[in-house]
Antibody, heavy 120, light 107 residues
Framework: EVQLVGSGGGLVQSGGSLRLSCTASGFTFSSYTMNWVRQAPGEGLEWVSSISTTSTQYYADSVRGRFTISRDDAKNSLYLQMNSLRDEDTAVYYC??????????????WGQGTLVTVSS | DIQMTQSPSTLSASIGDRVTITCRASQSITIWLAWFQQRPGKAPKLLIQKASTLQSGVPSRFSGSGSGTDFTLTISSLQPEDFATYYCQQYASLSRTFGQGTKVEIK
């Protein structure tokens, strides 16, 4: 069974930093592109970032230059380093698995999400 | 970015009703469209990929159709567990944008 457990969320001041983690199990982590998708309170879904099996990184324009995605295949873990946080970054952040390896944009399993609240 | 527009935003229906949700892309995405279901407080669940391919384990009352810019999600006979919010997502482009969601409520 695929499991994705996110952690690291919390309350942070505007301009601050936070690092999210996601631990995966139930599949061969190193063989799949991984993603972060967020959802502001009461709002819809927004793709944030993806990282391929070769660690090629992709970012939404809204976070490029502030967020960094990374992975540690030995630890079956995905990370999102978030710097220069803004009020509009407040959201539940979901870790999501893609359904294939490289250049893979469809997500087929999502974790339970971790809440990030940015307060000014 | 490719814009995705869903309609309606909210839909009131009864158990057993046939329900249709539409999703329109601002440019052609061929068949690179997915549908997700999100129950309150839960993570989204993938229902359909490539516009019409049902994910394993998803009930056959769900179906998807369309290509190019116009797509539909149909629930043939609404069940209690289907009351949720549904999102379309295009994955033709790198930015993989979502529709704004359609909330299916109990009438």
């Amino acid at each position: 069974e695929v499991q994705l457990v996110g952690s690291g969320g919390g309350l942070v001041q505007s301009g601050g930093s936070l690092r999210l983690s996601c631990t995966a199990s139930g599949f061969t982590f190193s063989s799949y592109t991984m993603n972060w998708v967020r959802q502001a309170p009461g709002e819809g879904l927004e793709w944030v970032s993806s990282i391929s099996t070769t660690s090629t990184q992709y970012y939404a324009d809204s976070v490029r230059g502030r967020f960094t995605i990374s992975r540690d295949d030995a630890k079956n873990s995905l990370y999102l380093q978030m710097n220069s946080l803004r009020d509009e970054d407040t959201a539940v952040y979901y870790c999501a698995k893609s359904d294939c390896g490289d250049d893979c944009r469809l997500t087929d399993y999502w974790g339970q999400g971790t809440l990030v609240t940015v307060s000014s | 970015d490719i814009q995705m527009t869903q309609s309606p935003s909210t839909l009131s229906a009864s158990i057993g009703d046939r329900v249709t949700i539409t999703c329109r892309a601002s440019q052609s995405i061929t068949i690179w469209l997915a549908w997700f279901q999100q129950r309150p407080g839960k993570a989204p669940k993938l229902l359909i990929q490539k516009a019409s391919t049902l994910q394993s384990g998803v009930p056959s009352r769900f179906s998807g159709s369309g290509s190019g810019t116009d797509f539909t999600l149909t629930i043939s006979s609404l069940q209690p567990e289907d009351f949720a919010t549904y999102y379309c997502q295009q994955y033709a482009s790198l930015s993989r944008t979502f529709g704004q969601g359609t909330k299916v409520e109990i009438k």
